[in-house]
């Protein structure tokens, strides 16, 4: 079972100003690598994202554009099962791609938030955001930080998998259906 983890953080409330990324590598059912990068948005940054994330411009000086780290994490993601925690960072890399001008890696993607509504009774209505779900699961992160947050969704799976006693084919399918069976 390999699956990895992604998140996004963004300059701005434009999605596709993204100016960070984070990639969690899960096998085996463990963490086996981690990727972490700050990234040039060529896009102001917003003072309500600053107060977020902490990532300024001067940060992302002489950092990767989305178009750079894409030649290179298209590679690590294609054909892959990616996790999101909500379809933010799915919607975020898509539309960075189009901006860009460039095609997205062909993946299957699994929002975790998703996942723990249909896993745990108590994330079914309310309490799925990421920090909630990781407090409930014992997991603790330091939220906002684009690597942290992609291996938090990915202990959100890697939970999921063990509460529910299905694989990751099984929470594939899971998601798919209505959260009360």
């Known amino acids: 079972m390999r699956f990895l983890a992604i998140d996004f953080e963004t300059a701005n409330p434009d999605m596709a100003s993204i100016c960070s990324v984070g990639v969690a590598t899960f096998e085996g059912g463990g963490l086996v690598s981690e990727l972490y990068s700050l990234i040039d948005p060529e896009d102001y940054f917003h003072p309500i994202n600053i107060s977020i994330h902490g990532i300024q411009a001067k940060d992302v000086q002489g950092a990767p554009t989305f178009r750079e780290a894409m030649s290179q994490l298209g590679d690590v993601l294609v054909d892959q099962i990616v996790v999101t925690h909500t379809h933010f960072d799915r919607v975020a890399m898509h539309q960075a791609a189009i ?65 529910s006693g299905l694989d990751l084919d099984g929470i594939q399918s899971r998601v798919k259906q209505p959260i009360d069976p």
């Open 99 to 163: 901006k860009c001008g460039i095609t997205v890696p062909r993946c299957s993607w699994i929002d975790s938030a998703r996942v723990a509504r249909r896993t745990w009774k108590e994330c079914a209505r309310s309490g799925y955001g990421l920090a909630s779900v990781c407090k409930m699961i014992g997991y603790t992160f330091d939220h906002y930080n684009a690597l942290e947050d992609a291996k938090a969704a990915g202990q959100i799976l890697l939970a999921a998998m063990q509460q």
